[in-house]
């Protein structure tokens, strides 16, 4: 295979999967429920095991939004496919670090959970050729951090809703992305 080929492989998965928008678009969900959660009066290790709760529903919801908008999860006759599926899955291997700072830290497992999620962004970049999801790999990576370095912690919620924000931007420019990519401007 050359330069030429794998490049058509990854424009036509970015096109088939329209840039993973419906996973973007379920995570901005599961991240405003957690932002709620963080505004709740409960301990700070509670909100934690709350948050790993809510965020076990991001597969289905992004299975649900993938019949609405339509895009495709099994492309039998691309073999860059599966990759997304293994770039998702990459970052559970970071869980028990997760799991460190739930335990012995949990005021911090927010702003550790955004860096977790947000940096596993960055290779979508090259698979779907999508700079965006780099930039914002850094933006939210850097972004939580200096967040919790200046909040109280009274003000952690903000982290959460921080991530939303991010996530329902990067959705508005993948999908305009995918739009131009596909030529027709129409959904």
């Not at 794998?6 to 999967?17: F, G, I, M, P, T």
Request: proline share 4%; net charge positive.
């Amino acid at each position: 295979m050359n330069k030429d080929q794998l490049n058509e492989l990854r424009l036509d998965l970015s096109l088939r999967v329209k840039n993973g928008v419906d996973f973007i678009i379920a995570a901005t969900i599961i991240w405003s429920a957690i932002a709620y959660i963080w505004t709740l009066s409960f301990s700070s290790y509670d909100k934690s095991v709350l948050t790993f709760i809510v965020g076990a529903f991001m597969l289905p919801l992004a299975f649900l939004l993938s019949k609405v908008l339509k895009t495709q999860w099994k492309i039998p006759d691309n073999p860059l496919q599966p990759l997304g599926l293994w770039l998702n899955f990459a970052q559970l291997f970071y869980f028990p670090f997760l799991v460190f700072i739930l335990l012995k830290y949990p005021d911090y497992f927010l702003m550790s959970y955004v860096i977790i999620t947000g940096a596993h962004f960055f290779p979508y970049a090259w698979l779907y050729t999508e700079i965006v999801y780099a930039v914002f790999a850094g933006i939210i990576s850097i972004g939580s951090l200096l967040l919790t370095l200046w909040l109280d912690l009274d003000q952690t919620y903000l982290v959460g809703v921080f991530m939303s924000v991010m996530l329902f931007t990067l959705s508005c420019l993948i999908w305009l992305s995918y739009r131009k990519k596909s030529g027709s401007g129409n959904p």
